[in-house]
């Protein structure tokens, strides 16, 4: 069962091919799966690393997965990826968005007065 906020089998398929495959060399990794429903429910709560539920794995390998896949790269490619690949079928659509608010500086922002 995909609870709320996880992968579904559909985008699973999608992903799957373009994770960096299993490294031959010590111990096994942890189910790419699991690991990024783990990774996924942090960044959707805000909660502290700590606090992934255990059924994702051990927070310290979400932790570990998720800061080595953003140092080389591979989070930057997937999203690449998808987009190109969505894109080419027409499912982007690429709007600007321009945030036009200004904020005042308040008048005594400018620091103090020179003497003299």
Same mark, same amino acid.
């Given at each position: 069962?995909? %609870?709320?906020?996880?992968?579904?089998? $559909?985008? &699973?398929?999608?992903? *799957?091919?373009?994770?960096?495959? +299993?490294?031959?060399?010590? #111990?096994? &990794? #942890?189910?790419? %799966?699991?690991?990024?429903?783990?990774?996924? !429910?942090?960044?959707?709560?805000?909660?502290? !690393? %700590? @606090?992934?539920? *255990?059924?994702?794995?051990? &927070?310290? +390998?979400?932790?570990? =997965?998720?800061? #080595? !896949? @953003?140092?080389?790269?591979? &989070?930057? =490619?997937?999203?690449?990826?998808?987009?190109?690949? @969505? @894109?080419?079928?027409?499912?982007?659509? !690429?709007?600007?968005?321009?945030?036009? +608010?200004?904020? #005042?500086?308040?008048?005594?922002?400018?620091?103090?007065? $020179? %003497?003299?």
């Amino acid at each position: 069962m995909v %609870r709320r906020g996880e992968l579904t089998d $559909k985008a &699973w398929q999608r992903i *799957e091919p373009l994770l960096p495959a +299993t490294d031959a060399r010590g #111990r096994p &990794w #942890r189910d790419h %799966r699991q690991v990024i429903d783990g990774i996924l !429910w942090r960044l959707r709560t805000g909660s502290p !690393w %700590r @606090d992934i539920p *255990e059924r994702y794995g051990p &927070w310290q +390998t979400c932790y570990e =997965r998720f800061k #080595r !896949w @953003d140092e080389n790269g591979t &989070w930057a =490619r997937l999203l690449e990826q998808m987009q190109v690949k @969505d @894109d080419s079928v027409g499912n982007v659509e !690429w709007v600007v968005s321009i945030d036009s +608010t200004i904020a #005042r500086a308040h008048q005594h922002a400018a620091g103090a007065r $020179k %003497r003299g």
